[in-house]
């Protein structure tokens, strides 16, 4: 098994220093038990609202509530010692403004204790990228395939082919690192105008189906380690195991065993 070492903590200096320097890992975790496990090995857990998604089962993030990933963040924030841990704002949490955005990552970094929070936008979260960041909150942007405009954006698919909407997500880049974003989300647009977006700005990306030019990469846990069946996975989802197999040879063999009465022999009883 590969132990992650014992690390200092990481902190948003630590990680706008590594840019150009160091390549940025990001996942996404849920609870204790994963944070734990990953703490270490990512320099950032993201409580991501894909919680929707991988853990409720719904096919959006939209559901996603305040409440649920404050809930969800205070447990992962418990189980990270070195990773920087960052929750995401769930739709409808700050989509009325400035304050409400505010209101919301107030919640998630006192109630949670999380270092930071994400939101989904470019020039039209500006305002409450700005003012955030003036209460201290560092926040996360997220550009490009931005999954809570699913229906916008007629279900998850790559964005910024035209030169036109190229054009318009190095505008957004630009403009949420003018408001203060201390990092950006590029998801599922072309490699070419990720490494253009990195080249441009002075904060690290973190890609996710962007090409290998961004500073960092996430995935979503439950895709890397093959927990959740997709149908339809995303080209950008590698899966380096399958647990799911693991899980269900395993269950299998115990309802097998109890089925038999060969479980629990005497060397599991008192
Ligand atoms: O919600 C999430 O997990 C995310 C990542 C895919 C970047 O936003």
Known sequence: MMQAKAQPKITVPKLQAMKNEKKLVMLTAYDHTMASLLDGHADILLV???????????????????????????????????????????????????????EAAIRLIKEAKVSAVKLEGGSEV???IAKMTHAGIPVMAHIGLTPQSYHAMGGNKVQGKSSSSAQKLLADAKAVESAGAFA?????????LAREITEALSIPTIGIGAGSACDGQVLVINDLIGLNQSEAPMRFNKEYCAVRNLIQDAVGAFAKDVREGAFPDESYSY
């Open 48 to 102: 991501g609202d894909t919680l929707g998604c991988v853990v409720q089962g719904e096919e959006t993030t939209l559901g996603v509530t305040l409440e649920q990933m404050s809930y969800h963040a205070a447990m992962v924030r418990q189980g990270a010692q070195c990773s920087l841990v960052v929750a995401d704002l769930p739709f409808g949490s700050y989509q009325q403004g400035e304050n409400g955005a505010l």
């Open 126 to 128: 500006c305002g409450s």
């Open 184 to 192: 950006l989300v590029l998801e599922a647009i072309p490699a070419d």
